[in-house]
């Protein structure tokens, strides 16, 4: 266990909705990282955060956001939902003591139907 | 633009056999290299990286800058190696997002 938590496990929804997926990193880790996971495109990074700051951004639709709380938990928004964004969202936390490794979260599997 | 590449979707090999899992990067300048496993039922987890050298449940990788590869090897195979293993780089050392390659399935059989 990484001590990176990830809610909720399994989320299905409808095209057209709006979802929220919620991430903690683990003790001491100042960075969060979120990754999408798709069977066409594997493992791409979405958006990092660091301190409540946006650090880095990658391929990440206009239809999501992000944000990291003060007590470092961050949320990924991801909006007007299309099928194409069935994937696997995985959670990183880094930033620590040995800040060049990644602590992976257990993921959210989300389906839009 | 960076890229990680693993040519190898499946790798099957028998108990004993040694195993080499391959990964050829595209970046201009000098990116930190890793190994990143995934055991069944298990999260995604920091297997090796370049600059330790270390060898890590009998796995080493050498990065091959000429090559730009940064093959995985171990000379004899064990059941608890099957896994997902991903090839990852980073621009440099330290909280810095990871580009990943699709992975490769690794199958130990006995």
């Known amino acids: 266990d990484s001590g990176v938590t990830q809610t909720p496990k399994h989320l299905i929804t409808a095209t057209g909705q709006r979802v929220t997926l919620r991430c903690s990193p683990r003790s001491g880790d100042l960075s969060v990282y979120w990754y999408q996971q798709s069977l066409d495109q594997g493992l791409q990074f979405l958006i990092q955060y660091y301190n409540g700051e946006e650090r880095a951004k990658g391929n990440i639709l206009e239809r999501f956001s992000a944000q990291q709380f003060p007590d470092l938990h961050s949320e990924l928004n991801l909006s007007s939902l299309e099928l194409g964004d069935s994937a696997l969202y995985f959670c990183a936390s880094g930033g620590g003591a040995r800040s060049y490794e990644q602590y992976f979260g257990p993921g959210t599997r989300l389906t839009v139907t | ?110």
């Not at chain 2, 298990?42 to 270390?54: C, K, N, P």
Request: glycine letters at 6%; a positive charge; one cysteine or more.
């Open chain 2, 1 to 110: 633009a960076q890229r990680v590449t693993q040519p190898e979707k499946l790798l099957s090999v028998f108990k004993g056999a040694p195993v080499e899992l391959k990964c050829n990067y595209s970046y201009s300048g000098s990116p930190e290299l890793f190994w990143y496993v995934q055991y069944s039922r298990q999260r995604l987890q920091l297997l090796l990286r370049h600059i330790s050298r270390e060898s890590i449940k009998g796995f080493t990788a050498d990065l091959n800058k000429g090559e730009t590869s940064f093959h995985l090897k171990k000379p004899f195979a064990q059941e608890e190696d099957s896994a997902m293993y991903y090839c990852a780089l980073s621009r440099y050392s330290g909280n810095t997002p990871l580009v990943f390659g699709k992975g490769t399935r690794l199958s130990v059989i006995a």
